[in-house]
């Protein structure tokens, strides 16, 4: 498992937010049995990681996670939902090299429906102005795409090129992560909204030569997200690149290939074992298997992010060509 970079870190399944497309909520962890940051030493050092939950913010050793693993990582990425703003601006204040997405499902009433918040829309707006101050210039906003909250994808994306941030993007999965197996993927509405949206991508009024690019990556990532929504047959991906490229662990240490499957297929734990007799072993072999056979087709960025890598032609030539049709005033080539 030489090749692995990126590790999800799920610190804990506590959150403040009721998600309708995610019911971590309803499985929360008990402070007392997440994992101790000490533990986070036995990872590698050059990984990516990424700090997730629930909402790793209510971690009241969240500063010790990130004192342990900032310079070990390559990067230092946080999932977080915004609310706790003076908490996750002090982080980007005291390491400035990290990566922040800050959550959102749309505007403010259909965000605070969505997330089933109070005010959930006005915290993630104050903590992403306040980043703007800070040291931290890696920042953004991120939304995940359901069938119910499409038509604010465009002005999401105006409102981050207006503040001259960041919008990651995903789409609804359902799996053991999530506690779901009942949400929509695909849409018919939300093709058009999606397509409209890729367009404004693919022709990026950014004002940096920087930003224009990584709005033409996340567009061409955006290719397998409308070819789930309009439920094509598997195989428009990338193949998986779990436990090859990436791997989580669970707020007891346990570690496991991916967050898209119906079960968490465990290898081992990061508490009991090392990372490298963990990912070395029969167990990882096994899920290796899992990992191969699995038909969930997920669209997750971290498949596509190594795969653009490894193969930047196919990325670059298919921005290229939809660039010319757009500009010809046809539609995307999927």
């Not at 990290?98 to 006005?122: A, C, H, W």
């Not at 990651?168 to 695909?186: A, L, P, R």
């Not at 056979?293 to 795969?307: L, P, Q, Y």
Request: aromatic letters at 10%; proline letters at 4%; glycine letters at 6%.
């Amino acid at each position: 498992m030489a090749t692995t970079v990126q590790g999800s870190l799920i610190t804990t399944f506590r959150c403040n937010a009721k998600c309708n497309m995610c019911n971590i909520w309803k499985c929360p962890t008990k402070p007392e049995e997440e994992i101790d940051p000490e533990f986070y030493r036995k990872l590698p050092d050059g990984l990516r990681i990424n700090i997730t939950g629930g909402e790793s913010m209510l971690r009241q050793d969240i500063d010790k996670i990130f004192e342990i693993l900032y310079p070990k990582a390559e990067l230092l990425e946080l999932s977080t939902n915004g609310y706790y703003t003076e908490k996750i601006v002090a982080l980007a204040n005291k390491y400035p090299n990290i990566l922040i997405r800050v959550s959102l499902e749309g505007l403010p009433k259909l965000n605070d429906e969505k997330r089933g918040t109070r005010d959930g829309f006005d915290h993630a707006l104050r903590t992403m102005l306040e980043l703007r101050k800070s040291k931290c210039k890696n920042i953004g906003f991120s939304v995940v795409i359901s069938p119910d909250n499409y038509k604010d994808l465009l002005p999401l994306y105006e409102l981050c090129a207006a503040l001259d941030v960041e919008l990651g993007n995903s789409v609804v999965h359902n799996s053991w992560y999530f506690h779901k197996e009942d949400n929509q993927i695909t849409s018919d509405d939300a093709l058009a909204a999606h397509e409209e949206f890729v367009k404004a991508l693919l022709t990026s009024k950014r004002h940096s030569l920087k930003g224009r690019l990584k709005d033409y990556g996340r567009a061409y990532f955006n290719k397998s997200i409308h070819r789930r929504l309009r439920g094509d047959e598997a195989g428009y991906r990338p193949p998986c690149g779990a436990l090859k490229d990436f791997f989580f662990i669970d707020p007891w240490g346990n570690v496991s290939p991916c967050n898209g499957s119906s079960e968490e297929w465990i290898i081992g734990n990061i508490k009991e074992q090392s990372f490298e007799e963990i990912m070395s072993s029969e167990k990882a072999r096994e899920a290796q298997k899992l990992v191969d056979a699995c038909d969930r087709n997920c669209a997750f960025i971290v498949t596509e992010r190594h795969d653009m890598v490894r193969r930047p032609w196919k990325p670059i030539w298919w921005i290229l060509k939809n660039k010319v049709r757009i500009a010809k005033g046809q539609s995307v080539c999927w």
